[in-house]
T-cell receptor, first 109, second 112 residues
Framework: GQNIDQPTEMTATEGAIVQINCTYQ??????LFWYQQHAGEAPTFLSYNVLDGLEEKGRFSSFLSRSKGYSYLLLKELQMKDSASYLC??????????WGAGTKLIIKP | DVKVTQSSRYLVKRTGEKVFLECVQDMDHENMFWYRQDPGLGLRLIYFSYDVKMKEKGDIPEGYSVSREKKERFSLILESASTNQTSMYLC???????????FGQGTRLTVV
């Protein structure tokens, strides 16, 4: 079966760095997405990786290792507004998105 | 910016009612999707459409149907609402199959 695993909840301190991991087992691979979802709101697109390596976008970076079925989202200089759920999704060989359950990130002052 | 608009933020319906959830996107996207989101579970695909009048079943289509008569509009229909369909429903669209999806604000449906 297809499976995406990510931690249920993480806590970090304002100004610090946090890494959210995602491991996957899917039928084929056509890219990995990270989305941010604030409570009660729609998910918004953060990043996309299709090749191995690190993609940096401001305070957020995303890493992919296809051979290990592994990705992480790195958030630097954490701000209170970063408190949200972070969703990992993999596009499989049929171009369907398989979603993880999301990681709830709590930022403390 | 892409805008995906869902007709209602909150809905309360009675068991057995027919429920319509409407979704409109304004960026001429080919692809549209309906998901439901429940605590502790990832988004689950109900139905999707890659073109007008075209529809495909997702992972959990039972109890649902869809309609796409115009490119910009994708409707989700609960033929006879049941309490286990209480959930957050999210509509999304994408330009092509290999591009990112943009989501509507979600409809929180409660079936009593």
């Amino acid at each position: 079966g297809q499976n995406i695993d990510q931690p249920t909840e993480m806590t970090a301190t304002e100004g610090a760095i946090v890494q959210i991991n995602c491991t996957y087992q899917t039928s084929g691979f056509n890219g990995l997405f990270w989305y941010q979802q604030h409570a009660g709101e729609a998910p918004t697109f953060l990043s996309y990786n299709v090749l191995d390596g690190l993609e940096e976008k401001g305070r957020f970076s995303s890493f992919l290792s296809r051979s290990k079925g592994y990705s992480y989202l790195l958030l630097k200089e954490l701000q209170m507004k970063d408190s949200a759920s972070y969703l990992c999704a993999v596009r499989d060989s049929n171009y369907q998105l398989i979603w993880g359950a999301g990681t709830k990130l709590i930022i403390k002052p | 910016d892409v805008k995906v608009t869902q007709s209602s933020r909150y809905l309360v319906k009675r068991t057995g009612e027919k429920v319509f959830l409407e979704c409109v996107q304004d960026m001429d996207h080919e692809n549209m999707f309906w998901y439901r989101q429940d605590p502790g579970l990832g988004l689950r695909l109900i139905y999707f459409s890659y073109d007008v009048k075209m529809k495909e079943k997702g992972d959990i289509p039972e109890g649902y149907s869809v309609s796409r008569e115009k490119k910009e509009r994708f409707s989700l229909i609960l033929e006879s609402a049941s309490t286990n369909q209480t959930s957050m429903y999210l509509c999304a669209s994408s330009l092509r199959r290999n591009t990112e999806a943009f989501f509507g604000q979600g409809t929180r449906l409660t079936v009593v």
